[in-house]
């Protein structure tokens, strides 16, 4: 009865390296959602995915970020060339359906950049 | 703009008295109120949700009562444990609307003392 399951939990990166963040949802959840929490705030959407299926991207940065979520394996995000300030934690939450809530969570992959 | 605040950064209570945490949200659109719980290096665990069309849910120790004239809305927990002790999120989103994020508020710190 695996919850949501994140890898790496720990994740350092040099500056212009790139980062790569692994969500594997809940069992049968077909929804996925990652957000960031930088130090001191709240956490903030990024993007919200179905199966092979963007759905919301409007947390997203412009540049440097991407997401996807194949129809076979966990949800990636991908952090290309990371800067200092993508230093946080990220955190990937899912759902059986779009209508489904609540969104249960992962346990995160805290960022560092060194 | 922050559209959903917890302006009590911390809050301390004796153990065995009630807990009060706030949340103020901005947009009328939002029908749909969460609050999770989260201890540090781990993800929010849900605890409790409300939709628009009530103004009381009631689970165990936990209660969470909606204002949308106000819009605000509180947590109460009682009587308060030692276990409680962790910094609690409340959450808005628009049930059914194009996508389903949720809107973190910045988060209040409970200590519960023995």
């Known amino acids: 009865n695996a919850g949501v399951m994140q890898n790496p939990r720990h994740l350092v990166r040099r500056r212009g390296q790139e980062a790569r963040l692994r969500c594997s949802p809940m069992?049968?959840?077909?929804?996925v959602y990652w957000y960031r929490q930088l130090p001191e705030e709240g956490l903030k959407f990024m993007v919200y995915?179905?199966?092979?299926?963007?759905?919301?991207e409007s947390g997203m940065p412009k540049e440097r970020f991407s997401a996807e979520f194949p129809k076979e394996g966990p949800s990636i995000l991908r952090i290309q060339q990371v800067v200092r300030g993508d230093s946080a934690a990220y955190f990937c939450a899912s759902s059986q359906d779009r209508m489904g809530q609540p969104q249960h969570f992962g346990d995160g992959t805290r960022l560092s950049i060194l | 703009d922050q559209q959903v605040k917890q302006n009590s950064p911390s809050l301390s209570v004796q153990e065995g008295r009630i807990s009060i945490l706030n949340c103020d949200y901005t947009n009328s659109m939002f029908d749909y109120f969460l609050w999770y719980k989260k201890y540090p290096a781990e993800g929010p665990t849900f605890l409790i949700s409300i939709s628009s069309i009530k103004d009381k849910n009631e689970d165990g120790r936990f209660t969470v009562f909606l204002n949308k004239s106000a819009k605000h809305l509180s947590l109460h927990i009682v009587p308060s444990q030692p276990g409680d002790s962790a910094v609690y999120f409340c959450a808005v989103m628009n049930y059914g609307g194009a996508t389903n994020k949720l809107i973190f508020g910045t988060g209040t710190l409970l200590a519960v003392q023995p």
């Open positions: 995915l179905q199966k092979e299926n963007i759905i919301d």
């Open positions: 069992k049968g959840h077909s929804h």
